[in-house]
T-cell receptor
């Protein structure tokens, strides 16, 4: 299957700082990427849908000013957690949909964020 | 009732056993994904199905669209198969964004 990478895989930061997470599709182009969050022992929850060259669509309850998403190219989307707080500590996972396909979607390995 | 239900929630097996994990859903879908999440959290896409059956190594996934049911089978299970297996369905057809609905996962533990 196609490969999606995330960087970093793990990050620890102090409260109040901002953290950027990158999601890259390595061997395919992705007009649409998705950002999910997973709290311990829970299912993945969609945070936002990122479309190349346009503004992201956020799910209800997700603050767009706190979770900044940029999808600047067909292979890269970034999620920036601004002014992170301990309650933002979670596992963040991206997924990329193959350009031209409505069903082919591949997941990144995830980024574990710990905010002290 | 959740739109995607997995069973069992937890499964313990002995090495070598044949394993089946089930996924039932209640919405119209265009595709179903089986994902594997290891204890460290990383997710691996195992299969994407819209009909029939797919096989990859010791893993087999089947889907019955009429019955709204999919199964993931693992033959000759091994301790390294221990992980959480997640079923996710893509709702409907057309250009809708995201719309993956996730099951709660099945935690598999294979003992040596």
């Amino acid at each position: 299957g196609a490969v999606v990478s995330q960087h970093p895989s793990r990050v620890i930061c102090k409260s109040g700082t901002s953290v950027k997470i990158e999601c890259r599709s390595l061997d395919f182009q992705a007009t649409t990427m998705f950002w999910y969050r997973q709290f311990p022992k829970q299912s993945l929850m969609l945070m936002a849908t990122s479309n190349e060259g346009s503004k992201a669509t956020y799910e209800q309850g997700v603050e767009k000013d706190k979770f900044l998403i940029n999808h600047a190219s067909l292979t890269l989307s970034t999620l920036t957690v601004t002014s992170a707080h301990p309650e933002d500590s979670s596992f963040y996972i991206c997924s990329a949909r193959v350009q031209g396909s409505i069903n082919e979607q591949f997941f990144g390995p995830g980024t574990r964020l710990t905010v002290l | 009732k959740n739109e995607v239900e997995q069973s069992p929630q937890n499964l313990t097996a002995q090495e070598g056993e044949f394993i089946t994990i089930n996924c039932s859903y209640s919405v119209g879908i265009s595709a179903l994904h089986w994902l594997q999440q290891h204890p460290g959290g990383g997710i691996v896409s195992l299969f994407m199905l819209s009909s029939g059956k797919k096989k990859h190594g010791r893993l087999i996934a089947t889907i019955n669209i009429q019955e709204k049911h999919s199964s993931l089978h693992i033959t000759a299970s091994h301790p390294r198969d221990s992980a959480v297996y997640i079923c996710a369905v893509k709702r409907g057809y057309g250009g809708s964004q995201g719309n993956l609905i996730f099951g709660k996962g099945t935690k598999l533990s294979v003992k040596p």
